[in-house]
């Protein structure tokens, strides 16, 4: 089993974390591969620091091991334990942590030059890595005078500057206020380019970037783990309960927390006066040749251009006739998959516009909904939500 | 029509200013008893200026006698000083970092001389590093070295009362001090040691140097450890409390002087204390 595991992430991470503190017992294994994106995704208090903890070798294992790039970090068992300093990995802690009393190029220059480099050529490295963030002339400021948004980008240049061999990111947007989170997810899903999204990231993110790298997101935002993330597991009371690509969450959630979070649905568009012109991500061309384009009606007309729009599942009425009256938002579509989650049964909507609709089983009945069945779908402006596109 | 909004609206806000600076004064046995603590801290003071040599301050400042006290005074305080914090920091850190048994036993021990009349510390080190001391003997019998009436005394008697102050102030920050931002430096690579020289100490910085600078306030003021442990041999051990003591029999005028000094420097040091860390913190 070991070498097993050693074969298949010789470059990732393959964590196995038991940890007890206090009542609240911990039991986690994952793995993330190189160049690949995990999102941890858990309600407060589900563990999730305690894994950054864990695996940054800020708090000793009780049980089982950390192994990163082929190498063991923490073994009880076997009696290893390389301390937090002797590994290579880049924290980005929630709420920055950047230290105070240095400015934003000390900060970035600091991991190099504690492990070994001089200070001179430190503070090239460092220069560039601000230059890579967009906050080039800012390195002669202290933390205390860079916005929420601007910190979070030193935070980050400061953890990839060494070049780790894992980045974890602890709510890395999670001290932001809106506008800020957007902007900075662009800018994370730009630096954490993986394969996926590798497309869209800046020459300067591809070479200051943690491409190769495996990566762990924490957040307790489904937004930031479906956009951000390859794969998502989600941690619940110090275990996890589900782990899967966000897609396979959608169709399947395992727990009632996992359906709510991953039933929210995040269109990309175009805004101009709150109409929304819905981006096409299928590649597949439609017998026509060309796809209508959607448009969506939004209540919030303030916002041009790129967006990202989110829609609660619940806020998604289905009708088997043309609904009448007030909804700006209706069209013609075919469920998909219909899938009971006991309370709550999850529709899942085909073109053109997939969606997911989460209503009760006493309405599914009513509406015989099966797979294939056609259906009306209306949503009320009010319930679309604008926020910037994250993703060039 | 202005003149009818005018006198509708006149009564608010005359009223509540007065609601709230009513609220802001104390009841009155509070302001007697206040008042009465003023005066006590005042009058000294003022009994001080009343009886001070004003023509002569300066001929009195100069003598050979005050001059060697003030010298021995500097220089005595501002090395134990620096002992207090060379021994201190470490201390604190111990304490507040490392859960040990006897922790709480270590912290009482090391605090004791803030509440040890400073006489009794002075004579506990004397019976320990005197030269019949249960340390000093030995050490003055392979050495010849004698810490009792020198300026080595003079320093140790200093730091002993001087350095719990470091201890207590250093511990407390360092327990308010946000560990993560020493988390976040052991991973970006640095050692334990770099850690706390780059990161911990000159985040603690401010309460660093407001522990230096009253430890050393309390080794220019101390008199009961000095006296009994190291005497009061002019131009050796004489610092100057010691030598506003002496003067008070032979000489008032000097005596004075002296303290009018002493006065200034403490006034002098608390005002720039207020203002360079209270506010900030």
């Not at chain 1, 998604?316 to 998909?336: D, F, K, M, Q």
Request: charged fraction near 20%.
């Amino acid at each position: 089993m070991n070498t097993d595991a050693m074969s298949t992430t010789a470059s990732g991470l393959e964590a196995d974390i038991r940890l007890r503190r206090g009542e609240f017992e911990l039991d986690v294994s994952l793995s993330v591969e190189a160049g690949e994106t995990a999102a941890l995704l858990g309600p407060n208090g589900a563990g999730k620091s305690t894994i950054v903890a864990a695996v940054a070798g800020l708090l000793p294992l009780n049980g089982g091991s950390v192994r990163l790039a082929g190498s063991v970090l923490d073994d009880p068992a076997a009696g290893v334990f390389v301390p937090p300093e002797g590994r290579r990995i880049g924290v980005v802690f929630q709420d920055q942590v950047l230290f105070r009393h240095l400015n934003a190029l000390d900060n970035v220059a600091f991991g190099l030059t504690s492990r070994g480099m001089r200070r001179a050529l430190a503070r090239e490295r460092a220069q560039d890595w601000l230059d890579a963030m967009d906050l080039g002339d800012l390195g002669h400021r202290r933390p205390r005078a860079l916005s929420g948004g601007q910190r979070q980008r030193v935070a980050l240049a400061r953890a990839l500057a060494c070049e780790p061999d894992l980045l974890v990111a602890d709510e890395p947007l999670g001290s932001l206020d809106v506008t800020a989170r957007n902007r900075l997810r662009r800018n994370l899903a730009a630096h954490l380019s993986s394969g996926r999204n590798g497309g869209s990231a800046s020459p300067a993110a591809r070479r200051h970037g943690a491409g190769g790298v495996p990566r762990l997101l924490i957040t307790h935002d489904p937004t930031d783990a479906f956009v951000l993330a390859d794969h998502v597991h989600i941690l619940e009371n110090g275990r996890l309960t589900q782990s899967g690509t966000p897609d396979e969450l959608r169709r399947a959630p395992a727990t009632a927390y996992a359906a709510d979070l991953s039933g929210i649905n995040l269109v990309r568009g175009t805004a101009r006066d709150g109409e929304i012109t819905v981006a096409d991500d299928d590649p597949t061309p439609s017998p026509t040749g060309r796809r209508p384009a959607v448009v969506l009606h939004a209540a919030d007309t303030s916002m041009f251009g790129a967006v990202l729009a989110t829609i609660h599942p619940r806020a998604i009425a289905l009708h088997r006739e043309r609904p009448s009256g007030s909804p700006r938002n209706v069209w013609r579509t075919t469920a998909e998959a219909v899938e009971p989650l006991g309370d709550i049964t999850r529709v899942l909507l085909g073109s053109p516009l997939p969606l997911t609709a989460d209503i009760t089983p006493g309405a599914a009945h009513e509406l015989l909904i099966r797979p294939g069945t056609t259906l009306w779908v209306s949503v009320k402006a009010t319930e679309v939500d604008l926020a910037p596109d994250s993703r060039d | 029509m202005t003149s009818t909004t005018t006198s509708t609206s006149a009564p608010e806000p005359a009223r509540r200013p007065a609601r709230r600076s009513a609220r802001d004064l104390p009841p009155w046995p509070v302001a007697l008893l206040a008042c009465i603590g003023v005066v006590l801290f005042a009058l000294p003071l003022v009994g001080l200026v009343a009886r001070a040599p004003w023509t002569g301050l300066w001929t009195h400042l100069s003598s050979r006698f005050v001059v060697d006290a003030a010298v021995l005074s500097v220089v005595s305080s501002i090395a134990a000083a620096a002992v207090a914090a060379l021994v201190g920091v470490p201390l604190a850190w111990v304490l507040a970092r490392v859960s040990f048994p006897g922790r709480s036993a270590i912290r009482a021990l090391v605090t004791l001389p803030m509440v040890l009349p400073p006489v009794v510390g002075g004579a506990a080190l004397l019976f320990a590093l005197g030269r019949r001391g249960v340390v000093g003997g030995p050490l003055h019998d392979a050495t010849g070295l004698l810490l009792p009436y020198s300026i080595w005394g003079v320093i140790l008697a200093n730091a002993f009362v001087a350095t719990p102050l470091v201890i207590l102030t250093v511990e407390g920050a360092l327990r308010n001090l946000d560990r993560r931002y020493e988390h976040a430096a052991a991973t970006l690579g640095a050692s334990r040691l770099r850690v706390l020289w780059r990161v911990t100490l000159p985040m603690i910085g401010p309460a660093l140097g407001v522990a230096v600078v009253v430890a050393w306030a309390r080794a220019l003021g101390e008199f009961g450890a000095t006296v009994t442990f190291a005497g009061s041999l002019g131009g050796r051990t004489q610092t100057l409390p010691l030598a506003v003591f002496v003067a008070l029999e032979s000489n008032r005028d000097a005596a004075v002087a002296i303290s009018l000094v002493l006065v200034a420097l403490s006034l002098g040091l608390l005002i720039s204390l207020r203002d360079r860390w209270w506010p900030s913190r």
